[in-house]
């Protein structure tokens, strides 16, 4: 098991370090650098931007370096939690990701849980309930989730509010605790503005891992094992829940990993119409406007997550089910 | 339904006490194509404390009539018409014999779940995958034991060496630890009779139970469920479609055919003396010790025709050879008694007519 | 069993008179039908799949007449129409009686001096007959150049059946017209994710080793990006819209970037579909005849495989639709003057905006419609390839 784990961290080690390659080359790829953007800037504001002015930006930023010179400074220092400067902010990128980031991480992974509390109830259900009305109105509803993007429902669901309740849907405080240090009070506001993008986002989700859950069960269901835990005589409740979920759920484990990466890709564009202060809204922002360590930042932090998931996945899967265990 | 003189506990086969007994039993299965009629009228009748072979081709109802007697037909399939009598005897009470209609009780009830397991077990053709992955060997029979026989987990442990050790398990204590996956399939296939004779049931039905294995295994899980038979004094319900190891193992045999029982005689009967036009087909259809070189085997002609088409009539005239136009294509043949343990549906014996009616 | 009584015999005792005769099989002929022939019969047992076929269908061929359809021209600004509401339509007419013929309002329109919004107001005595086949804006449909629409009103007067834009456009024609690249950017992005994913997915399964672990690695890195963060930043790689590099241009690379990231699924499922054949009995015997690798894999896996490439691709359009809505509704997919679905919900980005004029929602509803459609309809068909697995 051990060696399993450290065998499986070897290969997520070599992953990342191609990820890091690739997302910063597809970063870079943008034709213009930001300094073009900031020159025009600057001339907009009615200044002449002189050739040492554009000099000093261009030693300041790296930009006349080549592109792997840029990397290997910009990877060195990510490896020691130096993550550059925001061409835009004119701040540490260190200090512009970390709360917005654990933003992202703990709505991605409370919709997370929240998807799989709900979608494994409902697809165990509606696999038993083959074909019986109350599964058909599951199945809509599943279908209905997995046609509609998240941040559509997010957009429906704050106009509704708005046109209907007069209320203000979006952020993840009220104006009085915006910018009030953290308190009891704050955390209360923070909760209640939460949820909302929380089943948002796990909405889609939910209704994609219910129905793969209720197809995998219906697999297992057919197996000849679940004939032999009914020939002993056990109950048919004890026959699904201890012979045949247990053994469907191994390849929704193996997706859970898979299925985080697509939540936070989620939860960027929904933090975008909810105005939600995560990562989302600042690395479109970075990315249209070639902040270039900004956006890399966010894209390697990003990955890093979802390969992260893949690997706890990898790990659980050998948990439960003793044949990979074993390998 | 023909329930007509014999009685009871009187049964086809003579000096044998009847453990089960199955009439007119219908079992469909409701499909996206169409109503697959799986059985089609079964009647037959399970000595106690024999072993009866049923055989017949891929198709005929062999496997769902086992899972319907078990009460184990899940959606979309549906018993949809029979009785089916199980006469338990009950040790305690002086050997008392107790009628119970298996087709009155909920499949997936109490009453049955009792039966189920305790009483009548089985076991099935594939053991790669009869076992469950996720649990250990020794799980799985505790599991049953502790069901049905009110021990606690250590107690049932113990049981469950035992019973492997009984199955000519080696290491029978450092088997219960192990996982179906580390396990060799005759292995297996020991363990998943351990599981179904852990509560030393009065029936076992054994579907293919050696089809998967190799001849040296298969020899070696025969011999053993013979010797076990012999040992708790239970029925075995042998669900084959190889008539050599029917020889070798059985006291009697059933025929079926699209659904419904042909025939039902001892073993020798069944091999010197076949009655009906499809048993002897099919033995013709084998190869045999001393055969002439020369001599080719016969097939029977065409195939099975699929359980989603109704054949009018005897449900093997459009394949024999013997049929006969206006009788055979019209009427369902009845059961009629040719000899001693020996009954048979063909017009060619007798002009019975089965009483049984189709439902949709 | 060494020797057998001649059975035959025997019978002829109890029955002296047999008659021989073969009779004409009556049985069904559920047993003859070749593979494809039951998934077609299953397919079209499953009504819910048939709504989703037919259903696209129809969408398909109103989309592709949108610009005949739809009453005007979707590039016509009208300046007196700006976030102008949908037309109200009555069935009574002018004399007060219910008749078939729908009638719309005449509308004004004044700006409030105070606000400085439009304000429209109907009148309710002014009724106009909404009639076929009428003279029109100007449009080319399918290459036709012509100045007929379905319906509308006579002698230039405008309605909007959904209201229109803030610059006066018609939200109806933009939908319809819209629909032309959200319906197909699903279709050739899965083309195109096929044919990657069918031949590297096909190679790393059939070949395995080396080719597989490196297949493996680079889906493994696909897979680990956040698919729209990733898809955004090879879409903002793309140049900006000019003469060199017209809005088909960039339609085509979008779709080529929504594919990059989406062949990945299809290649993996179809690698354990290869493996899996690998090892089955006929690859072996064909193996063992002799047959060379690409004859295996072209006349053993691929039609083996066909309908698991077809269900597997229609699985994976509405996720590309999906997609393209997400990127021209970040402004990073579909640009002005091209519109599409995504591009149209823009428009709607500002709650502010969708509150007073929840019209601009509408093009939400006609992605949801076409996507169900297609998943109902991929749905089906993975059902009627293999009904055990769903």
Redesign the interface.
């Given at each position: 098991m051990i060696n399993y784990i450290f065998r499986r961290i070897g290969y997520m080690m070599v992953t990342l370090a191609i990820i890091a390659v690739l997302g910063y080359l597809i970063v870079e790829l943008p034709p213009g650098s930001y300094l073009e953007f900031e020159i025009a800037r600057l001339r907009q504001q009615g200044g002449n931007v002189s050739q040492d002015q554009i000099k000093a930006l261009e030693i300041r930023y790296g930009l006349n370096d080549p592109t792997y010179v840029r990397f290997f400074k910009w990877i060195t220092g990510f490896v020691r939690g130096d993550f550059g400067e925001s061409f835009q902010y004119r701040q540490e990128v260190k200090d512009l990701i970390g709360q917005r980031l654990a933003f992202t991480i703990s709505i991605s992974v409370f919709s997370l849980l929240l998807a799989w509390g709900i979608a494994v109830p409902v697809g165990v259900y509606s696999a038993t309930h083959r074909n019986t009305i109350p599964d058909y109105i599951i199945t809509v509803i599943q279908f209905l989730g997995l046609s509609i993007p998240s941040f559509l429902v997010a957009l429906v669901l704050m106009v509704v509010a708005q046109r209907v309740f007069g209320q203000q849907v979006g952020g993840l405080f009220s104006d009085e605790f915006q910018n009030a240090p953290w308190s009891f009070a704050r955390f209360i506001d923070l909760l209640k503005h939460l949820w909302i993008p929380i089943v948002v986002i796990a909405f889609g989700s939910t209704a994609g891992l219910s129905r793969i859950m209720r197809a995998n069960l219906l697999d297992v269901l057919g197996m000849q094992y679940v004939q032999t835990a009914r020939s002993k005589g056990l109950k048919e409740n004890k026959v699904i829940w201890k012979h045949a979920v247990k053994n469907a759920m191994h390849p929704l484990i193996m997706i859970l990993g898979g299925s985080l990466p697509g939540i936070i890709s989620g939860e960027t564009v929904v933090a975008i119409v909810m105005n939600i202060p995560t990562v989302g809204p600042m690395y479109f922002n970075a990315q249209l406007n070639q902040d270039l360590y900004l956006a890399a930042t966010f894209l390697m932090f990003l990955s890093i997550l979802g390969v992260l998931g893949n690997l706890l996945a990898d790990i659980a899967l050998a948990w439960v089910d003793p044949r990979i265990r074993f390998e | 339904m023909n329930q007509s003189s014999e009685s009871t506990t009187k049964s086809v086969f003579e000096g044998e006490d009847t453990i089960i007994k199955v009439r007119d039993l219908h079992t469909y299965f409701y499909t996206d194509l169409g109503i697959s009629r799986a059985l089609n009228g079964v009647n037959l009748e399970i000595p106690r404390g024999k072993v009866m072979g049923v055989v017949g081709e891929s198709g005929c109802g062999k496997s769902v009539t086992a899972l319907s007697i078990m009460r184990m037909v899940a959606k979309p399939g549906k018993i949809v018409q029979g009785d089916i009598t199980f006469f338990r005897k009950d040790k305690k009470k002086n050997d008392a014999i107790e009628e119970i209609n298996l087709t009155k009780l909920e499949g997936m009830g109490p009453e049955m779940r009792s039966i189920r397991g305790a009483q009548m077990s089985m076991i099935f053709q594939e053991p790669m995958t009869s076992l469950n992955p996720s649990y250990t060997i020794g799980d799985q029979i505790m599991e049953a034991i502790i069901l049905h026989q009110n021990v606690d987990k250590v107690e049932a442990e113990r049981r469950a060496v035992e019973i492997l050790d009984g199955v000519g398990m080696a290491n029978p204590s450092l088997i219960v630890k192990r996982y179906p996956h580390e396990l060799s399939g005759g292995m297996r296939q020991r363990a998943m009779i351990s599981l179904a004779l852990s509560c030393t049931p009065a029936v076992l039905f054994a579907d293919e139970p050696t089809t998967a294995l190799d001849v040296t295994t298969e020899a070696q899980i025969l011999d053993l469920m013979r010797d076990l038979q012999k040992r708790i004094d239970m029925s075995i319900v042998f669900i084959t479609h190889n008539l050599g190891v029917v020889a070798q193992m059985c006291d009697y045999v059933t025929v079926m055919y699209l659904g419904r029982v042909v025939e039902q005689a001892t073993i020798d009967d069944t091999f010197y003396n076949p009655m009906h036009p499809y048993t002897s087909s099919l033995l013709r259809s084998i190869p045999h010790v001393g055969s002439h070189q020369k001599d080719r085997l016969k097939p029977i002609r065409g195939v099975v025709p699929d359980p989603y088409s109704k054949v009018k009539g005897c449900p093997f005239h459009p394949r024999c050879d013997k049929a006969m136009r206006g009788l055979c294509d019209v009427k369902v043949p009845g059961l009629t008694v040719v000899g001693k343990s020996h009954t048979v549906r063909c017009f060619l014996h007798s002009d019975v007519e089965e009483e049984s009616t189709y439902v949709q | 069993?060494?020797?057998?009584?001649n059975?035959?015999a025997?019978?002829n005792e109890?029955?002296p008179e047999?008659?021989?005769?073969v009779?004409d099989?009556?049985?069904?002929d559920?047993?003859d039908l070749s593979q494809w022939q039951?998934m077609r019969?299953?397919f079209s047992?499953?009504k819910l799949a048939m709504l989703g076929l037919w259903g696209m269908i129809v969408i398909y061929i109103i989309v592709f007449l949108g610009e005949f359809i739809a009453p005007n021209w979707y590039q016509y600004q009208n300046g007196d129409y700006i976030f102008g509401p949908p037309s109200k339509i009555t069935f009574i007419g002018p004399d007060g009686r219910f008749s078939l013929r729908p009638y719309v309002f005449a509308t004004t329109t004044q700006l409030n001096q105070e606000t400085f919004k439009f304000e429209f107001t109907e009148d309710r005595t002014k009724k106009i007959p909404v009639k076929f086949f009428v003279q029109g804006d100007p449009v080319s449909v399918l290459g036709f150049k012509t100045n007929l629409h379905l319906f509308g009103l006579e002698g230039g007067q405008r309605f909007y059946v959904m209201g229109a834009d803030g610059l006066g456009r018609d939200m109806f024609a933009r939908i319809l017209v819209g629909g032309q690249i959200s319906t197909t950017v699903g279709l050739i992005g899965v083309a195109m994710s096929i044919m990657l994913g069918a031949v590297l997915g096909t190679a790393s399964g059939y070949f395995g080793g080396i080719v597989d672990d490196m297949m493996q690695?680079a889906i493994?890195?696909l897979?680990?990006?956040?698919?729209?963060?990733?898809w955004?930043?090879?879409a903002?790689?793309l140049?900006p819209i000019s003469k060199d590099f017209t809005v088909v241009h960039r339609y085509f690379l979008i779709t080529l970037v929504l594919s990059v990231v989406s062949w990945t699924g299809l290649a993996r499922q179809l690698r354990a579909k290869v493996m899996s054949y690998r090892n089955a009995d006929f690859t072996q015997a064909a193996l063992a005849a002799g047959s060379t690798d690409w004859r295996i894999v072209l006349t053993h896996m691929i039609p083996n495989g066909a309908s698991h490439i077809i269900v597997i691709g229609a699985l994976s359009i509405?996720g590309m639709i999906?997609g393209e809505?997400?990127l021209s509704?970040?402004?990073?997919g579909i640009l002005p003057p091209a519109v599409s679905w995504g591009a149209l919900?823009r428009d709607?980005?500002q709650?502010?905006v969708?509150?007073q004029h929840?019209w601009l929602?509408i093009p939400?509803a006609a992605?949801?419609i076409t996507?169900?459609l297609f998943?109902?309809l991929g749905?089906g068909l993975r059902d009627a390839v293999d009904?055990?697995?769903?």
């Amino acid at each position: 098991m051990i060696n399993y784990i450290f065998r499986r961290i070897g290969y997520m080690m070599v992953t990342l370090a191609i990820i890091a390659v690739l997302g910063y080359l597809i970063v870079e790829l943008p034709p213009g650098s930001y300094l073009e953007f900031e020159i025009a800037r600057l001339r907009q504001q009615g200044g002449n931007v002189s050739q040492d002015q554009i000099k000093a930006l261009e030693i300041r930023y790296g930009l006349n370096d080549p592109t792997y010179v840029r990397f290997f400074k910009w990877i060195t220092g990510f490896v020691r939690g130096d993550f550059g400067e925001s061409f835009q902010y004119r701040q540490e990128v260190k200090d512009l990701i970390g709360q917005r980031l654990a933003f992202t991480i703990s709505i991605s992974v409370f919709s997370l849980l929240l998807a799989w509390g709900i979608a494994v109830p409902v697809g165990v259900y509606s696999a038993t309930h083959r074909n019986t009305i109350p599964d058909y109105i599951i199945t809509v509803i599943q279908f209905l989730g997995l046609s509609i993007p998240s941040f559509l429902v997010a957009l429906v669901l704050m106009v509704v509010a708005q046109r209907v309740f007069g209320q203000q849907v979006g952020g993840l405080f009220s104006d009085e605790f915006q910018n009030a240090p953290w308190s009891f009070a704050r955390f209360i506001d923070l909760l209640k503005h939460l949820w909302i993008p929380i089943v948002v986002i796990a909405f889609g989700s939910t209704a994609g891992l219910s129905r793969i859950m209720r197809a995998n069960l219906l697999d297992v269901l057919g197996m000849q094992y679940v004939q032999t835990a009914r020939s002993k005589g056990l109950k048919e409740n004890k026959v699904i829940w201890k012979h045949a979920v247990k053994n469907a759920m191994h390849p929704l484990i193996m997706i859970l990993g898979g299925s985080l990466p697509g939540i936070i890709s989620g939860e960027t564009v929904v933090a975008i119409v909810m105005n939600i202060p995560t990562v989302g809204p600042m690395y479109f922002n970075a990315q249209l406007n070639q902040d270039l360590y900004l956006a890399a930042t966010f894209l390697m932090f990003l990955s890093i997550l979802g390969v992260l998931g893949n690997l706890l996945a990898d790990i659980a899967l050998a948990w439960v089910d003793p044949r990979i265990r074993f390998e | 339904m023909n329930q007509s003189s014999e009685s009871t506990t009187k049964s086809v086969f003579e000096g044998e006490d009847t453990i089960i007994k199955v009439r007119d039993l219908h079992t469909y299965f409701y499909t996206d194509l169409g109503i697959s009629r799986a059985l089609n009228g079964v009647n037959l009748e399970i000595p106690r404390g024999k072993v009866m072979g049923v055989v017949g081709e891929s198709g005929c109802g062999k496997s769902v009539t086992a899972l319907s007697i078990m009460r184990m037909v899940a959606k979309p399939g549906k018993i949809v018409q029979g009785d089916i009598t199980f006469f338990r005897k009950d040790k305690k009470k002086n050997d008392a014999i107790e009628e119970i209609n298996l087709t009155k009780l909920e499949g997936m009830g109490p009453e049955m779940r009792s039966i189920r397991g305790a009483q009548m077990s089985m076991i099935f053709q594939e053991p790669m995958t009869s076992l469950n992955p996720s649990y250990t060997i020794g799980d799985q029979i505790m599991e049953a034991i502790i069901l049905h026989q009110n021990v606690d987990k250590v107690e049932a442990e113990r049981r469950a060496v035992e019973i492997l050790d009984g199955v000519g398990m080696a290491n029978p204590s450092l088997i219960v630890k192990r996982y179906p996956h580390e396990l060799s399939g005759g292995m297996r296939q020991r363990a998943m009779i351990s599981l179904a004779l852990s509560c030393t049931p009065a029936v076992l039905f054994a579907d293919e139970p050696t089809t998967a294995l190799d001849v040296t295994t298969e020899a070696q899980i025969l011999d053993l469920m013979r010797d076990l038979q012999k040992r708790i004094d239970m029925s075995i319900v042998f669900i084959t479609h190889n008539l050599g190891v029917v020889a070798q193992m059985c006291d009697y045999v059933t025929v079926m055919y699209l659904g419904r029982v042909v025939e039902q005689a001892t073993i020798d009967d069944t091999f010197y003396n076949p009655m009906h036009p499809y048993t002897s087909s099919l033995l013709r259809s084998i190869p045999h010790v001393g055969s002439h070189q020369k001599d080719r085997l016969k097939p029977i002609r065409g195939v099975v025709p699929d359980p989603y088409s109704k054949v009018k009539g005897c449900p093997f005239h459009p394949r024999c050879d013997k049929a006969m136009r206006g009788l055979c294509d019209v009427k369902v043949p009845g059961l009629t008694v040719v000899g001693k343990s020996h009954t048979v549906r063909c017009f060619l014996h007798s002009d019975v007519e089965e009483e049984s009616t189709y439902v949709q | 069993m060494t020797e057998s009584v001649n059975p035959e015999a025997q019978m002829n005792e109890v029955n002296p008179e047999p008659q021989y005769e073969v009779f004409d099989d009556p049985v069904s002929d559920v047993g003859d039908l070749s593979q494809w022939q039951l998934m077609r019969i299953r397919f079209s047992k499953n009504k819910l799949a048939m709504l989703g076929l037919w259903g696209m269908i129809v969408i398909y061929i109103i989309v592709f007449l949108g610009e005949f359809i739809a009453p005007n021209w979707y590039q016509y600004q009208n300046g007196d129409y700006i976030f102008g509401p949908p037309s109200k339509i009555t069935f009574i007419g002018p004399d007060g009686r219910f008749s078939l013929r729908p009638y719309v309002f005449a509308t004004t329109t004044q700006l409030n001096q105070e606000t400085f919004k439009f304000e429209f107001t109907e009148d309710r005595t002014k009724k106009i007959p909404v009639k076929f086949f009428v003279q029109g804006d100007p449009v080319s449909v399918l290459g036709f150049k012509t100045n007929l629409h379905l319906f509308g009103l006579e002698g230039g007067q405008r309605f909007y059946v959904m209201g229109a834009d803030g610059l006066g456009r018609d939200m109806f024609a933009r939908i319809l017209v819209g629909g032309q690249i959200s319906t197909t950017v699903g279709l050739i992005g899965v083309a195109m994710s096929i044919m990657l994913g069918a031949v590297l997915g096909t190679a790393s399964g059939y070949f395995g080793g080396i080719v597989d672990d490196m297949m493996q690695r680079a889906i493994e890195v696909l897979g680990a990006f956040p698919q729209i963060p990733l898809w955004a930043a090879l879409a903002s790689a793309l140049p900006p819209i000019s003469k060199d590099f017209t809005v088909v241009h960039r339609y085509f690379l979008i779709t080529l970037v929504l594919s990059v990231v989406s062949w990945t699924g299809l290649a993996r499922q179809l690698r354990a579909k290869v493996m899996s054949y690998r090892n089955a009995d006929f690859t072996q015997a064909a193996l063992a005849a002799g047959s060379t690798d690409w004859r295996i894999v072209l006349t053993h896996m691929i039609p083996n495989g066909a309908s698991h490439i077809i269900v597997i691709g229609a699985l994976s359009i509405p996720g590309m639709i999906l997609g393209e809505t997400s990127l021209s509704f970040l402004g990073l997919g579909i640009l002005p003057p091209a519109v599409s679905w995504g591009a149209l919900l823009r428009d709607a980005q500002q709650v502010s905006v969708v509150v007073q004029h929840p019209w601009l929602l509408i093009p939400a509803a006609a992605v949801l419609i076409t996507v169900l459609l297609f998943s109902l309809l991929g749905d089906g068909l993975r059902d009627a390839v293999d009904p055990y697995s769903i």
